[in-house]
Nanobody, 120 residues
Framework: VQLQASGGGLVQFGGSLRLSCAASGSIFSINAMGWYRQAPGKQRELVATSLSDGRKNYRDSVKGRFAISRDNDKNTVYLEMNSLKPEDTAVYYC???????????????WGQGTLVTVSS
């Protein structure tokens, strides 16, 4: 299973970006898909997750500004980021919890990361 993320870049304070992450390979089902980020010198942190039952979770600092969505037909997860702030600057990683066959355990897979830089 491979995850390909895209959509990062440089944006000014208050701007918007949309990240995309497509999963491919041996996929029977995907439970959770989500986004994490890691700023320089800091630990990786959860940004948002989208579960197969429709539930979505956000870290408090992005609530009301970021929106996660999924296209299950395309095995793709999106992160719409609005009102961006310099503290949102980080490498953003997508994650998917995948079951490769009907009878198989779930495993976590990670994308390669995409850099988001918000200038003040």
């Amino acid at each position: 299973v491979q995850l390909q993320a895209s959509g990062g870049g440089l944006v000014q304070f208050g701007g918007s970006l949309r990240l995309s992450c497509a999963a491919s390979g041996s996929i029977f089902s995907i439970n959770a898909m989500g986004w994490y980020r890691q700023a320089p010198g800091k630990q990786r942190e959860l940004v948002a997750t989208s579960l197969s039952d429709g539930r979505k979770n956000y870290r408090d600092s992005v609530k009301g500004r970021f929106a996660i969505s999924r296209d299950n037909d395309k095995n793709t997860v999106y992160l719409e980021m609005n009102s961006l702030k310099p503290e949102d600057t980080a490498v953003y990683y997508c994650n998917a919890r995948v079951r490769s066959r009907r009878i198989a355990p779930e495993y976590d897979y990670w994308g390669q990361g995409t850099l988001v830089t918000v200038s003040s």
